[in-house]
Structures are given as C-alpha cells and as structure tokens.
Nanobody, 126 residues
C-alpha cells in the first residue's frame, strides 16, 4: 500500500523558515510528479507547489513564489518544501501528494492527484 508521510511542520514566528519532507513508500517515486497542497481551517485545499518526476519542472502558486522551493531526491523517495519568510497566512495543514501527470496545468489541480499523505501542521505566529 502506498504511503506518503510528511514531517517538519511546527510553530514558528513570522519571517522564520521551515523545511517539510515527504517520504514515499510502495510507490514508483521516480515515475510520479509530486505536489504540496495546504488547507487552512474553514478554507478549501489550495495548491502550493509541484515538481515533475524528473525534477526539472517546478510550479508554484503566486502566494508562495519566491519564498518556497520544492525539490526532490528520487534516490531517497523524498520530496521537500523549503519555506522561507513565512507569514501568518501560511498557517495550514500541508499535504504532499502524487500524480502521474506532468503538465503544469494538471499539477496545480488537486483532483489530478491520487495518493495523499496525512498532513503536517504549520503554524506561523505574528
């Protein structure tokens, strides 16, 4: 059974940094694009960043562009989300997900992903 396990969340202050990790098991990791989504209380799940299976193509939401960096290590079956200059509005549960799509449009759409992790909480205090 495919498992995606996120870690690295926590409570930080405005301007701080965090690095999230997502380790995949029982998944042909190098054959899947990976995405990070987030969901704040009372709001819909929203796209944050994605990376194609090669690691060459990355896509970001405008709200995180220039502050977040997504990367992957196919040898370690791990995708990362480096988050810098964090803001209170970044507070959410962050989920990683896997898809077999690799076009930029599909990578932004949570409906294109079919494996999901349980999420890790990120809280940014002002």
């Amino acid at each position: 059974q495919v498992q995606l396990v996120e870690s690295g969340g926590g409570l930080v202050q405005t301007g701080d940094s965090l690095r999230l990790s997502c380790v995949a098991s029982m998944l042909t990791f190098s054959g899947h694009s990976m995405g990070w989504f987030r969901q704040a209380p009372g709001l819909e799940r929203e796209f944050a960043a994605a990376i194609d299976w090669t690691g060459v193509t990355t896509v970001y939401a405008d709200s995180v562009k220039g502050r977040f960096t997504i990367s992957r290590d196919n040898a370690e079956n791990t995708v990362y989300l480096e988050m810098n200059s964090l803001k209170p509005e970044d507070t959410a549960v962050y989920y990683c997900a896997a898809t077999n799509r690799d076009d930029s449009y599909a990578l932004r759409d949570y409906r294109r992903y079919y494996f999901w992790g349980q999420g890790t909480q990120v809280t940014v205090s002002s």
